[in-house]
């Protein structure tokens, strides 16, 4: 009898081994909406998607494997993007990407548990974020303007850089006129 449970039990193991090498991978599913047109997420002329999609390629998630993008486009209108936000919640993707200010602010709206990847602006001043130092919440993200309170720990790192330094210019944007006077 013991010869033949464990063959039994040898031969079960092997084929539960054969069952689960062949199910597939863990399918992931990333939106991402577009303040634009959809196309975009795609199109290999846009360097931030096409630098994305090789991120993830690198890391083992390959579109089409185990990886499923749903792209949405918000077709810049603004007024929209709270109802399209609420929809591709409720398809519950495992992240959602937003393309810009509007589009984020939108889905934190919609949502607190899904995460958010944000690329736009100055994350405070959009209501993304309390703090740089603190930003809390469910979004991260990239910006090349990480607004006015960076300002000052660039004028410290480059006072840093250069001790010897007593006068110290930059140019910008009207926007940003009175920062003009930094010492």
Do not use: C
């Amino acid at each position: 009898m013991r010869r033949r449970d464990f063959a039994i039990g040898t031969l079960l193991a092997t084929a539960f081994r054969t069952v689960r090498a062949q199910e597939p991978a863990k399918q992931r599913r990333i939106a991402i909406i577009a303040a634009g047109p959809v196309a975009r997420i795609h199109n290999p002329a846009v360097r931030a998607f096409r630098v994305f999609f090789e991120e993830l390629r690198r890391l083992g998630d390959v579109e089409g494997e185990n990886l499923t993008i749903d792209g949405y486009s918000g077709r810049g209108q603004p007024a929209g993007y709270a109802d399209l936000a609420r929809e591709v919640v409720s398809r519950n993707p495992d992240v959602i990407v937003a393309s810009s200010d509007a589009v984020a602010r939108a889905v934190r709206a919609a949502t607190a548990t899904i995460p958010i990847v944000w690329i736009g602006g100055d994350p405070v001043t959009a209501g993304l974020a309390a703090s740089l130092a603190r930003p809390g919440g469910s979004i991260t993200g990239v910006t090349v303007n990480a607004g006015d309170e960076i300002w000052g720990k660039r004028l410290q790192i480059l006072k840093e850089a250069v001790p010897s330094a007593t006068r110290i210019g930059f140019l910008t944007t009207r926007r940003h006129h009175h920062l003009r006077r930094l010492r």
